[in-house]
């Protein structure tokens, strides 16, 4: 005999909410403050071995050695930042004034801001790799559109090739950004072929051909995403290309979201001025002399601070993206309050 009995979950009582999240934060906190110390008592050793920055807090160093963080925030600092505010600007003008034209717009605002940074012959490596998906995606067949398209991800692991790139730029961050954008660029060409292939586009190869290139350079997603599927972004920008994403509380959310990205990357900034988390994660000796209570902070500090990194990263292209009318994935979710780390995105 079936039962359609489902047992109810009780809330439990607030005194024993309380006492959990006092223990919660209190060994939070705790296991910070022990890690924060250690990291003050071979704060000398550390500078020697992995040169501590002179930090933007008086009397702390800061830790440079997380690389993705290190390295988007000087990007930020030197370009990136100016040029997602400008397309962010010309996004509302064309909502406000030519909806229209925002697609068209913003395709060709992206794909000159990807050219400053990148340089034309960074740009053309791009142009190449979605002439050749398009091409391929054409005839439909999804096993060959995923070799092509693996093999064109391949290409930034061939020596020559790196050889040749390398020349292009003076510096190796600018090397490293075009390495970022062919990768993510290409999950995106593998969204565009898998949807051609699986419900072909009823719309002529030239408007196909369009929409891709504006799906590739979107600026917001174009460096390190998030990444959406093809189908998901033409079908929202058609949406607010009609004219319709005129609310009076975009500049309210704008201004808030933006306080809250600003927030969170000033405590990752505290995080990396306080606690030497990563530098020390990379010595042998610092990890087998680590007290336990120190180890268990290193533990939760490098976990937060991935955390937190990625509010930064995504948030305020999903931000962006949001004001265009897009739908961008969530954003991770607080790991200390999680049963399993896979619930975090």
């Known amino acids: 005999m079936s039962s359609d ?7 439990l009582p607030w005194p024993e909410v309380f006492v959990y999240w006092v223990l919660s934060l209190g060994s939070h906190l705790y296991s910070f403050y022990q890690l924060h110390k250690f990291s003050k008592e071979h704060e000398a050793g550390l500078q020697r071995e992995f040169q501590l920055e002179n930090g933007i807090l008086k009397g702390f160093k800061r830790d ?4 993705e963080w290190s390295f988007w925030t000087e990007w930020a600092k030197k370009s990136l930042l100016c040029t997602l505010v400008g397309h962010g600007i010309l996004s509302r003008l064309t909502t406000f004034f030519y909806p229209k034209l925002k697609v068209l717009a913003l395709t060709v605002y992206d794909f000159l801001a990807a050219s400053s940074v990148l340089g034309f012959k960074g740009v053309s490596v791009l142009l190449l790799h979605v002439s050749v998906a398009f091409s391929v995606a054409q005839l439909r067949k999804p096993s060959l559109a995923w070799v092509t398209n693996l093999l064109l991800l391949s290409t ?3 020596q020559p090739l790196q050889k040749i790139q390398r020349g292009w730029y003076s510096t190796e961050e600018e090397y490293y950004l075009l390495l970022f954008s062919v990768a993510v660029c290409g999950l995106r060409f593998i969204s565009f072929s898998l949807e051609h292939c699986w419900s072909p586009l009823d719309r002529s190869r030239v408007v196909q051909l369009f929409w891709l290139f504006s799906y590739t350079f979107y600026h917001p997603f174009f ?22 994403n005129r609310e009076e509380s975009v500049l309210s959310y704008a201004l808030a979201r933006s306080g809250r990205v600003l927030l969170w990357w000033c405590l990752a900034e505290y995080m990396i001025h306080v606690m030497y988390m990563h530098s020390i994660q990379s010595n042998e000796t610092y990890m087998e002399i680590l007290p336990p209570w120190a180890l268990g902070g290193l533990a939760l500090a490098l976990v937060q601070f991935f955390y937190v990194k990625y509010l930064v990263l995504f948030g305020f292209p999903s931000m962006l993206a949001t004001l265009d009318g897009l739908v961008p994935p969530k954003l991770p979710r607080c790991v200390s309050i999680l049963y399993s780390f896979t619930g975090m995105w």
């Open 156 to 158: 930034i692991y061939i």
């Open 223 to 244: 460096y390190n995403g998030p990444i959406i599927t093809f189908k998901a972004y033409t079908e929202q920008m058609r949406r607010s290309a009609e004219g319709n």
């Open 64 to 67: 440079p050695s997380d690389f």
């Open 5 to 11: 009995f489902k047992p109810q979950l009780s809330p």
